[in-house]
Nanobody, 124 residues
Framework: QVQLVESGGGLVQAGGSLRLSCAAS????????MGWFRQAPGKEREFVAA????????LYADSVKGRFTISRDNAKNTGYLQMNSLKPEDTAVYYC?????????????????WGQGTQVTVSS
């Protein structure tokens, strides 16, 4: 069992940066792949980034590639999403997710555990 709590969201101007954190409880975090997803009002939840359980593999959505960086610190049971050069279209609720697997998935249904989400708003 993994419990996830996101933090670090907020209001930022276009071009600014935010770092989201995902604090995990439970002893299985280090054996879990982790992903970040987002959902804007009226839209479906979409994949943002994912990282393998030891951090050796990362995946990114094309829309964030080169601007966002996913990372994790298993010693701290925490995952991160560094977001730079933010755009108004990045505005959404951001969710972290975990799955006890060696694979890295871009599909939300593959993840078993989810946080409650944190709001990111980018003003133009």
């Amino acid at each position: 069992q993994v419990q996830l709590v996101e933090s670090g969201g907020g209001l930022v101007q276009a071009g600014g940066s935010l770092r989201l954190s995902c604090a995990a409880s439970g002893r299985t975090f280090s054996s879990s792949a982790m992903g970040w997803f987002r959902q804007a009002p009226g839209k479906e939840r979409e994949f943002v980034a994912a990282i393998s359980r030891y951090g050796s593999r990362t995946l990114y959505a094309d829309s964030v590639k080169g601007r966002f960086t996913i990372s994790r610190d298993n010693a701290k049971n925490t995952g991160y999403l560094q977001m730079n050069s933010l755009k108004p279209e990045d505005t959404a609720v951001y969710y972290c997710a975990a799955d006890q697997t060696i694979a890295v998935f871009t599909v939300a249904s593959e993840y078993d555990y989810w946080g409650q989400g944190t709001q990111v708003t980018v003003s133009s």
